[in-house]
């Protein structure tokens, strides 16, 4: 050290005693630092430090996940509900409403009935005669009359029988004609009369009885051709 220090020129001698100072004082300064961070500090083992015995090439060993904890469930009240669930109470039975009130709904109206001859257009000599049609009113009588084609006389011939339920009405072993008669044609005509002519009309049954002009309504009438059958009379 000696021959080092005197192989030194003065002015690096000086450069060197300024620099040896300048440490001296810094090291005298750091003590009470250093003291102060001890008290704070204590010695221990550092957890980074590397095990003597523990190669420097081995990894360390891997951290566990820890499960983070579930928070429990709150209710309604903000406290914790407990694990056993009360049980959801069943329901009310429903009860069925009253079924509406039905309503008959009303009676169809029947159309009219219409007043026709519909038996055969083809007749013998004693033929009958029926039809469709009302009964008519209290005080009148529908009569049937026969007259040949193109002629102006009617032959009265017999009252309607009326069958109310079924609106038919019918008029039995009418004559048409005669013997002589077949191939002629006719026509049957339905007058509404009142009762009073009716039972005038009525004293000639048996025997042919012309009438020029009915007074009464025509309610149908039809045409109709004589076969040569007698029929039933």
């Known amino acids: 050290m000696r021959r080092w220090w005197r ?29 102060a961070l001890g008290r704070e500090n204590p010695p221990g083992p550092d957890p980074s430090a590397v095990h003597p015995l523990q190669p420097t090439w081995m990894p360390a060993a891997p951290e566990t996940p ?16 407990s694990s056993t669930v009360a049980p959801t109470p069943a329901p009310p039975p429903a009860t069925s409403a009253p079924p509406p009130a039905t309503t008959a709904p009303p009676p169809t109206a029947m159309p009219p009935v219409p007043f026709a001859i519909t038996s055969s257009k083809v007749v013998p000599n004693c033929s009958d005669v ?5 009964e008519p009113a209290d005080s009148q009588t529908a009569v049937l009359f026969v007259r040949v084609a193109g002629h102006l006389d009617y032959y009265y011939e017999q009252p309607l029988h009326f069958d109310s339920t079924r609106h038919t009405w019918q008029a ?11 191939g002629q044609s006719f026509e049957l005509h339905v007058y509404v009369v ?8 009525a004293t000639h ?3 042919p009885y012309p009438v020029r002009n009915v007074p009464g309504e025509r309610l149908a009438w039809t045409s109709v051709q004589r ?6 009379c």
């Open 130 to 134: 029926s039809g469709t049609g009302y």
């Open 7 to 35: 192989a030194l020129k003065p002015a690096e001698q000086v450069a060197v005693s300024g620099v040896l100072v300048t440490l001296f004082v810094g090291v005298v300064a750091a003590v009470p630092t250093y003291l």
């Open 227 to 232: 076969d040569d059958k007698l029929g039933n």
């Open 66 to 81: 820890s499960a983070s904890p579930v928070p429990p469930t709150s209710g309604a009240s903000g406290s914790p509900e």
């Open 194 to 201: 009142s009762d009073e002519y009716a039972r005038e009309l």
């Open 205 to 207: 049954n048996g025997t």
């Open 172 to 182: 039995n072993r009418v004559v048409i004609g005669d013997s002589t008669s077949a």
